[in-house]
């Protein structure tokens, strides 16, 4: 299997962790969606990142989609991965984690290529700053883990999506607003399989 992309990404990150946990081999290829395009084309016509190339050849794309089917892979060893009414609490965590991303991605962008239009930037801050308060409100609800005793992919992303937040977006939010959050990235970061799969966020523009 071949990881394309770089692990400054939450998503690609996500995929390579998941990947390590699992005890899956891979080979990365931390190819850069700006000063890479022409590479990653040929696997993703979207030139998007994570790439997932299967032993078979076949390119599969998006974080939740990959990880769906390493789950399917690996079950019953998938322990990430939950069923019934645990599964749709976890695909909502994801889905609040990932959109907030999403939209730290946007204010990056906005900084980085352009001066920003300010009811947009103040748009997106809202919407990262009002999903990590519900998110930080329910992490510290839960206990161990979000919804159980054990990790699962909601744990994860998580993780990586603050880590995320609180690297490319140095500054512009206070991180202390969010302790409970802040505890759970923590102790996500200390496991050797975070620590393998990390790579500092540097922004790296096209050139022209």
Not at 103 to 129: H, I, N
Request: charged share 25%.
């Amino acid at each position: 299997m071949k990881l394309i992309g770089q692990y400054d990404s939450p998503f690609v990150r996500r995929v390579g962790i998941t990947l390590t946990l699992y005890g899956i081999a891979f080979e990365h290829l931390p190819w850069s969606t700006f000063g890479d395009a022409d590479k990653i084309a040929p696997y993703n016509p979207l030139r998007r990142v994570p790439v997932l190339v299967f032993d078979d050849g076949v390119s599969v794309m998006d974080s939740g989609v990959i990880v769906e089917l390493l789950d399917d892979m690996t079950s019953p060893r998938a322990t990430l991965a939950r069923q019934g009414a645990d599964r749709r609490a976890m695909l909502r965590w994801c889905a609040l984690a990932g959109g907030a991303a999403d939209k730290g991605v946007s204010l990056v962008y906005e900084k980085a290529f352009r001066d920003g239009l300010p009811m947009w930037v103040d748009r997106c801050r809202a919407q990262v700053t009002d999903t990590l308060d519900l998110l930080d409100r329910e992490r510290a609800a839960a206990g161990e883990w979000f919804g159980g005793t054990t990790m699962s992919h909601a744990d994860l992303l998580t993780a990586t999506v603050f880590r995320f937040i609180s690297e490319a977006l140095a500054g512009q939010f206070d991180l202390g607003r969010w302790p409970a959050l802040v505890a759970h990235s923590e102790a996500c970061e200390a496991m050797p399989a975070f620590r393998a799969i990390y790579q500092p966020y540097e922004l790296a523009p096209p050139s022209d």
